[in-house]
């Protein structure tokens, strides 16, 4: 409840409303919105931990109301453990009273106190289903927790790489600049009130915060007893763009709604040469499609392909952002971008309709990406490593040359004969993108990414789905300059890929992933083929006996990563067998699923001669599969006759 200044008899205090200050158009700097902060005076005193709103009323003068910080009473959750990429559970987990809240809290308490007092804090996501409502309640625990500003993006809505730029690069019309973010976002996971939401905090790098730091929000959550709010904080607007000012017991207080897609494009624009993106996509020879699968990326989708670059508005599948993904699974793949493989030629359906020449889809909060040909599927081990082999002579922000480049260890072996070629520092580090953002933040890497549909650069510390697409449209425009008039033929996706292929061989890749395995059969599985190491000529006869075609095993080990950066050790990583001709097996846990165990088996066939590397990928892996199941036990162990999904 708001409680209004009662014994100031003056006609100016109303029923106190928000005060909202509308964003100047001026753009003198990323960000483009300047700001005007208002400062208040307080009537009279005010009592304890009183705090005052300044809001525009409809009419008359400005209104001022008393909110309370209050402090809850609460005991702790189990399971509160983020990992990589978060917290993450269903919906209706989160919406038990006080889940959330000692969440929030609980990472508060593991900030430093600079970095919570007085700070600048991003509050957004990828709009999944009750993100508005997280929204409101991690900015009144914001509130309490005595920050100066939360900056939240238009309608909740902020992609996951969206968020990392603007921690990174927006500036306040008073000089503040973020220290962090609440990202709510479950990735590339369902959304709706059945199904998943999920919560991470990203650090004044604009990366996700580091196991020191996710270490001790667990064990916050542990111990947490009470948590403060500002329960009669009156909801913020946020479907309207304007800065609602309010004061508190520590000072002024503001919400900043905003539009991130302005800041975002205006990053991409000190990146890619719009001109010659533009210049491609206007050509009558080319045609584009791009499916936001009805993520976030949605809300950058027009802006930046229609209205920038001036792609036509068909060429946008399911670009609306929805709360429950419009009942589909935004996970960028085969499989589950369904629409857009079928508009590219790749589906089980035959059409006389031509396909585009590029086809892009996007995840949930848009950090993941899956790039397509006309009938044509660029892995995203291939797709990092072309960037990488093109990105000095296609794209201007790499024009005076990469730092080095850096992949995670299960993703294929393609980027390491391109870092081998062109005299690359290369990196192989453990999944998460954490470990890329330590060798970004020490001047070490320019591109990185993963085997699953992520791919990035130091532009930020997240990987970037949007920017994969413009980094393929920017080799495109470079490798076809002098072929979009006349009768020249255009050099395709499929053209790029297959030349990739003939000078730096061909990785032959696919991952089977065994979910909801008992839990206790997988760590068996995973201590059997750590204890065969300790033999590879055993190893070796048992492969024979397998398959005699297959090359025999010169190395095999448990992954361990030392970080060139600041020395810390991160071990079982990850179980790897490397075969002489430079194919790999490699068998990991995933802590991504919500029940049992994931475990995940990674097969990679490295064939350098150009002859045989149009082969289908399925036929030239079937040997290697053969001896991974068998060697393994992977039926013997956890029942399966099959894999749950293969990719």
Same mark, same amino acid.
């Given at each position: 409840m708001i409680h209004l200044l009662r014994s100031v008899p003056s006609p100016a205090i109303i029923s106190p409303r928000p005060r909202r200050h509308r964003h100047h158009t001026t753009t003198p700097s990323l960000p483009s919105h300047s700001r005007s902060l208002l400062h208040h005076r307080l009537l009279r005193a005010t009592p304890?931990?009183?705090?005052?709103?300044?809001?525009?009323?409809?009419?008359?003068?400005?209104?001022?109301?008393?909110?309370?910080?209050?402090?809850?009473?609460?005991?702790?959750?189990?399971?509160?453990?983020?990992?990589?990429?978060?917290?993450?559970?269903?919906?209706?987990?989160?919406?038990?009273?006080?889940?959330?809240?000692?969440?929030v809290q609980s990472t508060f308490n593991a900030l430093p106190a600079e970095e919570v007092k007085g700070a600048t804090i991003v509050v957004s996501g990828d709009g999944r289903y009750f993100s508005k409502d997280a929204v409101q309640i991690i900015t009144k625990m914001a509130a309490a927790n005595g920050a100066r500003r939360v900056w939240v993006g238009l309608n909740s809505l902020m992609s996951t790489p969206a968020v990392s730029a603007v921690i990174r690069e927006r500036v306040g019309a008073d000089g503040s600049k973020a220290t962090g973010a609440f990202i709510l976002t479950a990735s590339h996971n369902p959304g709706g009130p059945t199904e998943d939401f999920g919560i991470k905090y990203n650090m004044g790098n604009g990366g996700p915060a580091p196991e020191s730091v996710?270490?001790?929000?667990?064990? %916050?959550? *542990?111990?947490?007893? &009470?948590?403060?709010?500002?329960?009669? #904080?009156?909801?913020?607007?946020?479907? =309207?763009?304007?800065?609602?000012?309010?004061?508190?017991?520590?000072?002024p207080f503001d919400v900043d709604v905003f539009d991130s897609s302005v800041d975002y494009i205006k990053l991409m624009k000190t990146i890619f040469d719009f001109e010659a993106i533009k210049k491609l996509l206007s050509s009558p020879k080319f045609t584009f499609c791009y499916d936001a699968l009805h993520g976030v990326a949605g809300a950058y989708a027009?802006?930046?392909?229609?209205?920038?670059?001036?792609?036509?508005?068909?060429?946008?599948?399911?670009?609306?952002?929805?709360?429950?993904?419009?009942?589909?699974?935004?996970?960028? %793949?085969? *499989?589950?971008?369904? &629409?857009?493989?079928?508009?590219?030629? #790749?589906?089980?359906?035959?059409?006389? =309709?031509?396909?585009?020449?590029?086809?892009?889809?996007?995840d949930g909060d848009a950090d993941r990406n899956m790039i397509l040909g006309k009938r044509f599927f660029v892995t995203p081990s291939d797709s990092v490593a072309i960037i990488a082999a093109n990105a000095v002579q296609s794209i201007p922000y790499f024009a005076s040359g990469l730092k080095g480049v850096a992949r995670s260890m299960p993703t294929s072996a393609a980027l390491d004969v391109v870092a081998k070629n062109l005299n690359l520092k290369f990196f192989e580090v453990p999944t998460g993108w954490k470990f890329f953002g330590n060798l970004m933040d020490a001047g070490m890497c320019s591109i990185c990414g993963e085997e699953s549909f992520g791919t990035g650069s130091d532009h930020i510390r997240e990987k970037d789905g949007i920017w994969a697409v413009l980094a393929w449209l920017s080799i495109l425009a470079f490798k076809n300059k002098d072929n979009l008039e006349?009768?020249?033929?255009?050099?395709?996706?499929?053209?790029?890929?297959?030349?990739?292929?003939?000078?730096?061989?061909?990785?032959?890749?696919?991952?089977?992933?065994?979910?909801?395995?008992?839990?206790?059969?997988?760590k068996e599985l995973m201590a059997n083929l750590v204890s065969m190491q300790s033999s590879l000529s055993d190893v070796n006869k048992l492969i024979k006996d397998i398959r005699s075609d297959v090359s025999e095993v010169v190395a095999a080990d448990e992954f361990e990563y030392k970080?060139?950066?600041?020395?810390?050790?991160?071990?079982?990583?990850?179980?790897?067998?490397?075969?002489?001709?430079?194919?790999?097996?490699?068998?990991?846990?995933?802590?991504?699923?919500?029940?049992?165990?994931?475990?995940?088996?990674?097969i990679e066939q490295y064939e350098k001669d150009s002859s045989k590397t149009g082969r289908d990928s399925q036929d030239a892996l079937a040997p290697l599969v053969d001896v991974a199941l068998k060697l393994s036990k992977m039926q013997e162990y956890t029942g399966r006759s099959a894999p749950t999904v293969i990719t």
């Amino acid at each position: 409840m708001i409680h209004l200044l009662r014994s100031v008899p003056s006609p100016a205090i109303i029923s106190p409303r928000p005060r909202r200050h509308r964003h100047h158009t001026t753009t003198p700097s990323l960000p483009s919105h300047s700001r005007s902060l208002l400062h208040h005076r307080l009537l009279r005193a005010t009592p304890p931990l009183a705090s005052l709103v300044d809001r525009q009323p409809n009419a008359g003068g400005p209104a001022m109301g008393l909110f309370t910080v209050t402090k809850k009473a609460t005991t702790p959750f189990e399971g509160q453990k983020p990992g990589t990429s978060g917290l993450r559970k269903k919906v209706t987990v989160f919406q038990q009273p006080h889940y959330l809240q000692n969440f929030v809290q609980s990472t508060f308490n593991a900030l430093p106190a600079e970095e919570v007092k007085g700070a600048t804090i991003v509050v957004s996501g990828d709009g999944r289903y009750f993100s508005k409502d997280a929204v409101q309640i991690i900015t009144k625990m914001a509130a309490a927790n005595g920050a100066r500003r939360v900056w939240v993006g238009l309608n909740s809505l902020m992609s996951t790489p969206a968020v990392s730029a603007v921690i990174r690069e927006r500036v306040g019309a008073d000089g503040s600049k973020a220290t962090g973010a609440f990202i709510l976002t479950a990735s590339h996971n369902p959304g709706g009130p059945t199904e998943d939401f999920g919560i991470k905090y990203n650090m004044g790098n604009g990366g996700p915060a580091p196991e020191s730091v996710t270490d001790k929000i667990f064990s %916050n959550t *542990t111990t947490i007893s &009470e948590y403060l709010i500002a329960e009669d #904080l009156p909801d913020v607007d946020i479907s =309207v763009v304007g800065v609602t000012s309010f004061s508190g017991p520590e000072g002024p207080f503001d919400v900043d709604v905003f539009d991130s897609s302005v800041d975002y494009i205006k990053l991409m624009k000190t990146i890619f040469d719009f001109e010659a993106i533009k210049k491609l996509l206007s050509s009558p020879k080319f045609t584009f499609c791009y499916d936001a699968l009805h993520g976030v990326a949605g809300a950058y989708a027009k802006h930046i392909f229609v209205e920038e670059l001036g792609a036509d508005e068909s060429a946008l599948l399911n670009c609306v952002p929805k709360e429950d993904f419009g009942g589909g699974h935004p996970d960028p %793949n085969l *499989t589950y971008a369904k &629409e857009l493989v079928e508009r590219m030629g #790749l589906g089980k359906s035959s059409s006389n =309709v031509e396909p585009p020449e590029f086809g892009a889809a996007a995840d949930g909060d848009a950090d993941r990406n899956m790039i397509l040909g006309k009938r044509f599927f660029v892995t995203p081990s291939d797709s990092v490593a072309i960037i990488a082999a093109n990105a000095v002579q296609s794209i201007p922000y790499f024009a005076s040359g990469l730092k080095g480049v850096a992949r995670s260890m299960p993703t294929s072996a393609a980027l390491d004969v391109v870092a081998k070629n062109l005299n690359l520092k290369f990196f192989e580090v453990p999944t998460g993108w954490k470990f890329f953002g330590n060798l970004m933040d020490a001047g070490m890497c320019s591109i990185c990414g993963e085997e699953s549909f992520g791919t990035g650069s130091d532009h930020i510390r997240e990987k970037d789905g949007i920017w994969a697409v413009l980094a393929w449209l920017s080799i495109l425009a470079f490798k076809n300059k002098d072929n979009l008039e006349g009768d020249n033929k255009l050099v395709s996706v499929e053209d790029i890929v297959r030349q990739h292929w003939a000078t730096y061989g061909r990785h032959y890749y696919t991952r089977y992933d065994y979910e909801n395995v008992d839990a206790g059969a997988a760590k068996e599985l995973m201590a059997n083929l750590v204890s065969m190491q300790s033999s590879l000529s055993d190893v070796n006869k048992l492969i024979k006996d397998i398959r005699s075609d297959v090359s025999e095993v010169v190395a095999a080990d448990e992954f361990e990563y030392k970080d060139p950066v600041d020395g810390s050790v991160s071990k079982h990583q990850g179980i790897r067998y490397l075969f002489g001709d430079g194919s790999r097996l490699v068998f990991r846990l995933s802590g991504t699923g919500s029940v049992g165990a994931t475990i995940r088996v990674y097969i990679e066939q490295y064939e350098k001669d150009s002859s045989k590397t149009g082969r289908d990928s399925q036929d030239a892996l079937a040997p290697l599969v053969d001896v991974a199941l068998k060697l393994s036990k992977m039926q013997e162990y956890t029942g399966r006759s099959a894999p749950t999904v293969i990719t």
